[in-house]
């Protein structure tokens, strides 16, 4: 377990057991699925300028004379080349700053999730690629209310969280949902998110304040009321805090009034005290917190016992994967398996899964991690 392992080829990342409980569906879509979503919605009637080279390529434009067959082949192998452009694309607004990355929410996702058949297909999708990518369970986190239509009332939010947990069934690994209040938002919403997590609380497992950080700093006040009364009824809470400011005081005074143990992202400064940080290094970097990733605070933070975990916080923006992220450390600060077996162990714990869930998960880490 102390073996050292860098320069490990991705395929070994993947292989390994991995538990995330820091991943935004609305930021993990696949390019590909994203495209066929958008052809169904129309190329021009979109909001969005798409590159002509990106349309041509996903209508299989050129060769009209080749046979059958070959056409086939040829439209499929030019469609995976439109995903990586569009991929690229994507992820180029979503650089350099926080509210960047927000608005490529906006502008490239939000369109496509306010019909509900997509909602299920991309969850759906997204369980599967987090499979393939080794994880053992996940925790994936929406904000309901960004579903509900162009309008905001063509869909309930009974509707969105019956799309969404149709997306869960037949997942082969466990799987909770995070309902996010956002903090451009006000108290009367997060009362409503509030009773929508705890009225879906079999799948649901804890609620969130997500979005601007920058914009809307600190424990927002109009958001503790809604946090409590979800933990009143039994589910965990979480807070995006500390990515893109300094800890305060009053942060401090705020989580340990509520009983707050989990911080998305939660990196800077050195107040972390005992809570679990949600970690999110190739985020991070895309969105400017740390200039490179050797610059990220994730190694001396974990060195001095704060209880890290290591996660995407999405996969389509970063262009990142899991098990990229694991790689990247592995390479960046020299991570051994004892030390990713740790950080899993602790997500595991801070997980929302029940207490049988989690000691099976425990055991399937130590046995994985063992053979290393
Ligand atoms: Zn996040």
């Known amino acids: 377990m102390t073996m050292n ?3 490990k080829p991705l ?9 995330q409980i820091h991943e935004h569906i609305d930021c993990s879509l696949r390019p590909y699925s994203m495209l066929d979503m958008w052809s169904k919605v129309g190329f021009e009637t979109s909001k969005l300028t798409f590159p002509a080279e990106i349309v041509a390529l996903w209508q299989g434009q050129g060769k009209e004379n080749l046979s059958a067959e070959k056409r086939g082949a040829f439209i499929a192998h030019s469609r995976r080349k439109a995903a990586q452009l569009y991929s690229d694309w994507v992820s180029s607004y979503a650089k350099e700053s926080l509210n960047n990355y927000l ?3 906006g502008f490239h996702v939000l369109p496509l999730m306010h019909d509900m058949d997509n909602l299920t297909r991309i969850v759906r999708e997204r369980i599967e690629d987090a499979v393939k990518d080794g994880h053992i369970a996940i925790e994936l986190r929406f904000a309901p209310q960004l579903h509900t239509g162009p309008t905001g009332s063509e869909n309930s939010l009974d509707d969105v969280m019956k799309a969404t947990i149709a997306g869960l069934k037949g997942s082969p690994i466990p799987v909770k949902l995070i309902v996010c209040a956002l903090r451009h938002e006000n108290g009367e919403v997060a ?7 705890i009225k879906y609380h079999r799948y649901v497992g804890k609620f969130d304040l997500a979005a601007s950080e920058t ?6 006040q109009w958001w503790i009321p809604a946090a409590r009364k979800v933990k009143a009824a039994g589910l965990d809470l979480t807070i995006h805090l500390w990515e893109t400011n300094e800890p305060t005081d009053e942060d401090i005074l705020e989580l340990d009034a509520i009983g707050i143990k989990n911080v998305g992202h ?3 400064g050195l107040r972390q005290g005992g809570r679990v940080i949600e970690v999110c290094l190739t985020s991070n970097v895309v969105t400017g917190q740390y200039a490179t990733y050797a610059d990220h605070p994730v190694d001396s933070h974990y060195r001095s016992g704060v209880r890290v975990t290591l996660n995407t916080d999405g996969t389509l923006f970063t262009q990142t994967t ?4 694991y790689q990247r450390v592995a390479d960046t600060f020299g991570w051994t398996a004892a030390d990713f077996l740790a950080v899993n162990i602790i997500a595991v714990e801070a997980s929302s899964f029940s207490a049988s869930v989690k000691r099976k998960l425990i055991a399937q880490f130590k046995r994985s991690y063992k053979a290393l």
Request: proline share 3%; aromatic share 8%.
């Open 5 to 7: 392992l860098k320069n």
């Open 11 to 19: 395929s070994f990342w993947r292989r390994l057991a991995k538990a």
């Open 103 to 105: 608005a490529a929410i």
């Open 191 to 197: 009362d409503k998110l509030a009773d929508l997590a």
């Open 215 to 220: 914009t809307f700093p600190g424990v927002l």
């Open 266 to 268: 939660g990196v800077r």
């Open 322 to 325: 899991l098990s990229l992220e």
